[in-house]
């Protein structure tokens, strides 16, 4: 059963063929898309790191809050030293308080960045591996030398504190001066 008439396709078949360009023209584009996205991502890396830095730019109250929170319970403490039991309770209560006051600057400092990055502990000492041990050995040594030189417990112990508080506030200005030459340097 043969038939004579032409076998119709339901299809129509199309044969893609290669664009008609020129093959240099389609290379320079692929390469400008390439230079394109490439500097697109460093926008973006660029922004991302600018937005770390300022997280960690501290407000230029926190320095000063810091170092009171750190002194004050030294001097509250210095003052209950033969007072009694009543003052012993003032000092342990004030120094409880300094903690928690220092908690909030710390969280109110990275709240008032606008981005919160949440580091470990490990992390954190890591950043402060110089400035940390620094002001205790700057404390460390006030206060000896104080004690050397004959001043009570109570006021070597006061200066060690009121070091250690303005080390904080030094460290600061240190580390939000590093941030602000950085962040100039990017933009």
């Known amino acids: 059963m043969a038939s ?11 044969v893609l063929m290669p664009p008609q360009e020129n ?8 390469v400008g898309s390439v230079e394109y996205a490439a500097d697109a991502l460093r926008d973006v890396e660029t922004a991302q ?17 810091a170092a009171v929170a750190v002194a004050v319970p030294s001097a509250v403490r210095a003052w209950s ?17 300094a903690v928690v006051v220092v908690a909030v600057l710390v969280r109110a400092a990275r709240r008032g960045a606008g ?17 940390l041990p620094a002001v205790f050995v700057a404390g460390a040594l006030a206060g000896g030398l ?16 009121v070091v250690f508080g303005i ?15 950085t962040l100039a340097e990017l933009a």
């Open 115 to 131: 981005v919160l990055i949440d580091r470990s502990w490990p992390a954190r000492l890591w950043r402060s591996r110089v400035a």
């Open 146 to 161: 104080c004690w050397f030189l004959g001043a009570s417990q109570g006021t070597a112990q006061l200066t060690a504190f």
């Open 167 to 181: 080390g904080v506030w030094v460290t600061c200005l240190v580390r939000n001066a590093m941030i602000r030459r």
């Open 49 to 65: 790191e600018r937005a770390r830095l300022k997280a960690g730019l501290l407000p230029a109250w926190y320095g000063p809050a």
């Open 81 to 97: 030293d033969g007072k009694g039991a009543q003052a012993t309770l003032i000092s342990l209560v004030v120094a409880l308080l």
């Open 4 to 14: 004579d008439s032409p076998i119709v396709c339901p299809r129509k078949v199309r």
């Open 23 to 30: 093959e240099s023209v389609r290379l320079k584009s692929t």
